[in-house]
């Protein structure tokens, strides 16, 4: 995946939802455990990734560095 990254967040609903690229027509496969892969409805590629309970998983990150920019590796 390559382009610009746009982080979407739902504090009501508490979903993360990040993509890389154009945003395109797609759908959202499951992956388990609260987590959906984005799939472009064209291509089959992977463009982004959905995280349901976000806040309540982000409390066990706490303290955890990440260092920008990020590489991510999403090719089934």
Known sequence: MKGQMQIYYD???DFLEINIGKYTEGHFRDIGEGV???VDEKTGKVTGI????????AKQ???MKINLPVTLDCAR
């Open 61 to 63: 990150l706490k303290g």
């Open 36 to 38: 959906a892969e984005r």
């Open 50 to 57: 959905a995280i349901l309970s976000f806040k309540k998983r």
């Open 11 to 13: 504090e009501e609903g």
